[in-house]
């Protein structure tokens, strides 16, 4: 057995040979000739291929093309199955660690090309990973506003790499970089008043009577302050800070409006003759600065007035557009929508009037803006993986490895709506003229049946049923009064059967009658909520349960005064012990003799009784296996039952099985409840 320094002696030399002679066969033969583990060997040409690398880059001569031909030559190693399948990107890592910004940006073209190379199977799963983690490097590097278009590339070769199915690099629950703060001298007044007064008085002799705007000090705040708005838009949800960003908007749009831009650049470059493409390779993106002396020259620029808008209309698109992952309660009212569609129209008219080329820019806006409904709407549905028609599909040829369109395949006669559904009736199905609504009716023609489905015969718990309702009574969480589910009437009517069912504050004797189903609604929440450990840190919760409460004690000691008079004549139960010697035996709780024989009575079918019971499926897959007979897992899911839910009695037991037609059972349980 060789020795790992052996190897990797002997590794050295042949690489440097194969390498300055492109020849990866001896190589091959040396790596076959050591008589050891594929893993040691693969070790040992690993780390001469690094260390060979280093060689590399020491030498001044070596170039670009040099490193380039080096790490081909590992590809081809890997291809041999000597080296690991990361080495390449590894040897791309360290190069581009060791050389200057200008000389990455060249290699990274040898990496853009061979992106069908990083996608083969051998590569892709091995080097995703390092491929991410060394853009992600150069990008840190870069500078977004000086290497713009280098860092355009990364991001695009990273699209070109992963496929659309890959999640990572989606913001798939449209979270917002709140870390993005714009700090301007809104804060330190004083010193900004100081700074005006200083610009003012060195300017008092160059301003001109007929200036086209003034810029102050508050409209300077009020368009900075915007960016906050612009960094989290879910803030315009809410009213006080809805008025801010209304109000902010409508100064700045304004200021736009009345400092008119002209076409200065366009009368620079006929003045020149530039040509077209000369034109379009001036490119700058800027790092605008958020300095008030420098306020009135950024309103001048074109590119910063146009950043601007372009910010306006991406929010209004994010407020209108519905997003699965925005909360119910945001969502613009009625007049606010309308104050967007107008100052829409307005921003899209600022913008055909900025020089230069403003219809042909506002028309690429609308463009882009129309696509990212697009995406939007693929995000809604979950991201589904794009898959390209059977009839555009490329096919690979065995011989030359080059791409072809597959043959589009031969159209056929569309047949009449008549003939379809005329086949559907032969057939014993249905034909509805639409694909969504024909597949739903075909799942169950019988809509009668369809409703006494056993996924839809259930009983929810109470915490389930009222938690959205119980975590909108707190303060906290700031929901306004109109849209709290106590005030839905479906809500309400559901939860006065679940409360019968499952409350025992429901039952209560009282001859307080409810005036308004939502008061009730939430006495009975507050109630219900004193108990859920989520809320017990919320000392307003508390006060409020405690006063529904005492409300509720004092309610029930003036109706005990008012039946004082009716129980009188009754015998009292201290009357019935001494007379009988025991005390009444209470009907409230459920025996181990009826829930035996109850069990015996639904065996057949207690499935049906557990999903009534609100066992869930994995629970009745549990009684299934712990015990042998349907009568068995029946008495240990009633048991269980009769443990842990407290609506369990004899009373409660009999409305179900009655519900469920089990009348015999039901029959018996009230016989032994007397």
Request: proline share 4%.
């Amino acid at each position: 057995m060789c020795s790992f320094d052996v190897m990797r002696s002997e590794f050295s030399e042949t690489v440097r040979q194969c390498y300055e002679r492109k020849n990866i066969d001896g190589l091959q033969k040396k790596y076959e000739s050591f008589k050891a583990s594929d893993i040691d060997k693969r070790s040992a040409l690993d780390q001469v291929m690094r260390d060979y690398l280093l060689q590399l880059l020491s030498e001044p001569t070596n170039n670009v093309l040099c490193w380039e031909v080096f790490v081909t030559f590992c590809i081809q190693a890997c291809r041999k199955d000597m080296c690991t399948p990361t080495m390449p990107v590894v040897l791309l890592g360290d190069v581009f660690d060791a050389l200057t910004l200008d000389q990455c940006e060249k290699l990274f073209a040898f990496v853009e090309k061979g992106v069908n190379v990083w996608k083969e199977d051998l590569f892709f799963s091995a080097c995703k990973n390092n491929l991410l983690r060394m853009c992600n490097d150069l990008l840190r590097r870069l500078s977004r506003s000086q290497n713009t278009v280098f860092c355009g590339r990364i991001l695009l070769f990273l699209a070109k790499f992963f496929p659309f199915s890959e999640r990572s690099g989606l913001n798939i629950v449209s979270e917002f970089n709140l870390d993005n703060l714009t700090e301007f001298g809104g804060d330190g007044a004083a010193d900004l008043k100081d700074i005006i007064t200083e610009h003012d008085e060195s300017n008092e002799e160059e301003l001109k009577p007929d200036s086209k705007f003034k810029i102050d000090y508050n409209l300077y705040c009020k368009f900075w302050a915007l960016q906050d708005f612009f960094r989290n838009p879910n803030q315009c949800y809410n009213k006080v800070h809805w008025k801010t960003f209304s109000a902010h908007a409508c100064n700045v749009l304004l200021a736009f409006k009345s400092f008119k831009l002209e076409d200065l650049q366009g009368k620079e470059s006929r003045s020149r003759k530039l040509t077209p493409h000369q034109q379009a390779q001036h490119h700058y993106f800027a790092k605008f600065l958020t300095n008030q002396k420098l306020l009135e020259l950024q309103l001048s620029d074109s590119n910063f007035r146009r950043y601007v808008l372009l910010q306006f209309l991406i929010v209004f698109q994010y407020l209108n557009y519905p997003v699965k992952f925005k909360a119910e309660n945001h969502e613009l009212k009625p007049e606010q929508a309308e104050w967007v569609r107008e100052t829409t129209e307005m921003v899209y008219q600022l913008l055909a009037e900025t020089p230069p080329d403003g219809p042909a820019f506002v028309q690429a806006v609308k463009h882009i803006l129309k696509r990212e409904e697009h995406w939007n709407a693929w995000k809604n549905d979950g991201c589904p993986e794009f898959q390209k028609p059977a009839h555009i599909q490329e096919e690979n040829t065995e011989e030359t490895g080059e791409k072809r369109k597959a043959p589009p395949r031969p159209r056929r006669a569309k047949k009449r709506l008549g003939d379809l559904m005329k086949d559907a009736a032969a057939h014993n199905r249905f034909n509805m003229g639409n694909v969504e609504l024909t597949k739903l009716w075909n799942l169950c023609p019988d809509n009668l049946e369809a409703c006494k489905s056993k996924e839809r015969d259930f009983l929810p718990s109470l915490e389930a049923y009222f938690e959205e309702a119980i975590e909108q009574t707190d303060p906290n969480a700031m929901v306004e009064e109109e849209y709290k589910r106590v005030n839905d009437g479906n809500f309400g009517w559901r939860a006065l059967r679940l409360l019968a069912r499952r409350s025992p504050h429901f039952f209560t004797h009282s001859n307080n009658p409810i005036n308004k189903l939502p008061e009730y609604l939430e006495t009975m929440i507050k109630k219900i909520a004193k108990d859920r450990p989520s809320l017990q840190n919320s000392e307003e919760m508390k006060i409020e349960v405690l006063e529904a409460e005492m409300q509720t004690t004092k309610d029930e000691e003036e109706e005990d005064e008012l039946l004082k008079g009716e129980e009188r004549d009754e015998r009292s139960v201290q009357e019935y012990e001494e007379e009988t010697g025991h005390a009444p035996e209470k009907t409230t709780s459920l025996t181990n003799d009826q829930l035996v024989a109850v069990s015996v009575l639904v065996a057949e079918n207690w499935k049906k009784l557990a999903a009534k019971l609100g066992f869930q499926p994995d629970e009745v897959d549990y009684f299934e296996t712990e015990r042998t007979t349907d009568t068995e897992r029946a008495q240990m899911m009633l048991k269980i039952w009769a443990d842990d839910d407290e609506d369990a009695n004899p009373a409660n037991l009999a409305y179900i099985l009655e519900g469920l037609s089990f009348f015999e059972a039901a029959e018996l349980l009230k016989e032994s409840s007397g």
